[in-house]
């Protein structure tokens, strides 16, 4: 079992930065990957980008592409969503996900654990 608490959210202006991170209790974190899905109200969720068990592999959706990075750290059973060059469009609620395959995915559905996301707020 795997529990995830997101922190980093808040309120930012465009063009602004923020970090996001995701803390995981369980032994098992370092065999997971892991990924980041935003929803903004009135929207379905929304994949954002995904990190394979060890960091070497990542996948972003076209709209965060160059301007947001994930990362890990697995000794510090952490994972981290660095958002640059925010736009209004980005506000949403974002949540942190894992699942038990090592590999990454964009699909949402195939994450097994989720946060309880933290709110991130972009005025233009």
């Known amino acids: 079992q795997v529990q995830l608490v997101e922190s980093g959210g808040g309120l930012v202006q465009a063009g602004g930065s923020l970090r996001l991170s995701c803390a995981a209790s369980?032994?098992?974190?370092?065999?997971?990957?892991m990924g980041w899905v935003r929803q903004a109200p009135g929207k379905e969720r929304e994949f954002v980008a995904t990190i394979n068990y060890s960091g070497g592999w990542t996948s972003y959706a076209d709209s965060v592409k160059g301007r947001f990075t994930i990362s890990r750290d697995n000794a510090k059973n952490t994972g981290y969503l660095q958002m640059n060059s925010l736009k209004p469009e980005d506000t949403a609620l974002y949540y942190c996900a894992a699942r038990t395959t090592p590999t990454i995915s964009s699909i949402s559905g195939q994450y097994d654990y989720w946060g309880q996301g933290t709110q991130v707020t972009v005025s233009s």
């Open positions: 369980g032994r098992s974190f370092s065999t997971y990957a």
